[in-house]
């Protein structure tokens, strides 16, 4: 298994559109979590599947985002009606359990930029 | 949501030097996390802390969980260039999610 995988690297869009990223995780790993990452900040949490269950949602979701993880695999982040404010780098982890001595392993993420 | 609080946000030093990185919080952690990050990339986990007065040891680094887990240091002795990055605290709340500090920038220059 590499890791973590992301894509695109990369997203220039519009002000208004809808984009798409994807995010697979390590195979044995049951937990994946979306983060949002500014420049001079630390990731801040934005949601976490256990399998194919959304398990929490931070209220810094607007209803503009949604994340599936469809059979407990692979994840995508939906924007929707993209804002200039959503300029980030959106990173996915995952984890293979749910004891606290489990560190993170993260994807190199999606630097999405909205003009 | 629990706050951790890094601090210097920035530090710049010359190699050879040592330097300590400090994360603080008001609140108990069931774990802390220390991860380096480089630009363009994802963050890389360096350690696990678990117990109170926990010390763990990676090569130059050493880490140390406070006793009461509330707090964490890190360590990085004789710095070389190649240490330089942004280093992340993350502290597990119950359930597993991390929380994360705002991070340390570390210049080391040759």
């Known amino acids: 298994d590499t890791g973590v995988s992301q894509n695109p690297r990369h997203k220039i869009t519009k002000r208004g559109q809808n984009v798409t990223f994807r995010c697979d995780p390590i195979?044995?790993?049951?937990?994946l979590y979306w983060y949002r990452q500014t420049l001079g900040q630390g990731p801040e949490f934005l949601t976490y599947f256990q399998n194919e269950a959304q398990l929490e949602k931070s209220r810094l979701l607007s209803d503009r985002f949604s994340a599936e993880r469809p059979k407990g695999s692979f994840s995508t982040l939906e924007i929707q009606r993209t804002e200039q404010g959503d300029s980030a780098m959106y990173l996915c982890?995952?984890?293979?359990?749910?004891?606290?001595?489990?560190?993170?392993?993260f994807g190199s993420g999606t630097r999405l930029t909205v003009v | 949501t629990q706050l951790l609080e890094q601090s210097p946000q920035f530090l710049s030093i010359q190699e050879g030097e040592n330097l300590t990185v400090y994360c603080n919080s008001s609140?108990?952690?069931?774990?802390l996390q220390w991860y380096r990050q480089e630009p363009g990339e994802g963050p890389v986990l360096l350690v696990t802390v678990v117990t109170g007065g926990e010390v763990k040891k990676l090569k130059r680094l050493t880490f140390q969980f406070g006793d009461a887990r509330k707090d964490s240091s890190l360590h990085i002795t004789a710095a070389q260039p190649g240490d330089t990055g942004l280093y992340l605290c993350a502290g597990a709340e119950y359930g597993n999610k991390l929380v994360f500090g705002a991070g340390t920038i570390l210049r080391v220059k040759s």
């Open positions: 195979s044995e790993h049951n937990r």
């Open positions: 609140s108990v952690f069931s774990s």
């Open positions: 982890a995952s984890s293979p359990g749910t004891g606290v001595r489990y560190g993170y392993t």
